[in-house]
């Protein structure tokens, strides 16, 4: 069964350790990566055609494998066979990470709902996995009915769009909700840190925020507690962050 950890304990690599002209993001370098440098890690779960839970984070095939057509409609073998910015590594099912990572360093896994996804189904099948995997491990989506499918005992999150972008309204309503929904964290856009403080402060439930990538972003970060989700800076910077 995954284990409950404290979000503020970690760094978290967005979609692994990678870099614009190497390792590819949502692959098991970068993921590797991630574990040789103390890191936690962010990635996009997608089902396959046939129902695989995969690594993957964009709808469509096109912008990381240069293929053409909608993720969802290929079975995990096929997938497989992409290769990941044309490189060596392939498009990886999410057994191939757990076969692997390390069970003392946590996973955010964010469940992408769109298309044909049944949010429902689709949570219920990456809570199955995780509640028979025994590390550190969270489940998150910006889809409240995934995030509500997810079994008892699995530390859940709720992604809220960013308020710059939805309203403040949407997400002062929205972060309401879901905490009244009983969930673990919230996750937000860095912008948002301020807001979601505010909104958690009563409950002392924890924050995580994406994407950061500059050092100055994690500097004004620092007053809100929030746990980091960064990409494309030093990972030293991001463990001094959450250096006691």
């Known amino acids: 069964m995954a284990r409950p950890f404290a979000l503020k304990d970690f760094a978290y690599a967005h979609r692994g350790l990678w870099t614009k002209d190497g390792l590819p993001e949502n692959s098991l370098g970068s993921f590797s990566a991630a574990a040789d440098a103390g890191l936690g890690i962010e990635l996009d779960l997608r089902p396959s055609a046939d129902g695989e839970v995969m690594v993957f984070h964009d709808p469509l095939l096109q912008r990381m494998t240069g293929a053409e057509g909608q993720f969802e409609n290929f079975p995990a073998s096929t997938l497989k066979t992409h290769r990941l910015n044309g490189g060596d590594e392939p498009v990886p099912s999410f057994d191939d990470l757990l076969s692997f990572w390390p069970q003392d360093l946590p996973v955010l896994a964010e469940m992408k709902i769109d298309g044909s996804t049944d949010p429902m189904a689709f949570a219920q099948t990456v809570g199955a996995r995780l509640m028979d995997w025994p590390g550190l491990a969270a ?90 989700i960064f990409e494309h800076f030093s990972p030293a910077l991001a463990l001094d962050a959450i250096a006691p």
């Open 139 to 228: 489940a998150m989506s910006f889809s409240d009915i995934a995030v509500r499918a997810l079994p008892d005992g699995l530390m859940r999150g709720q992604l809220i769009g960013p308020s710059n972008q939805f309203g403040d309204a949407y997400f002062d309503s929205f972060a309401r909700r879901a905490m009244a929904d009983g969930i673990d964290y919230l996750a937000v856009h860095y912008t948002d840190a301020a807001r979601a403080a505010a909104a958690t402060a009563d409950r002392g439930m924890p924050v995580v925020v994406w994407t950061v990538r500059t050092e100055a972003d994690l500097a004004a970060l620092k007053p809100y507690g929030a746990a980091i």
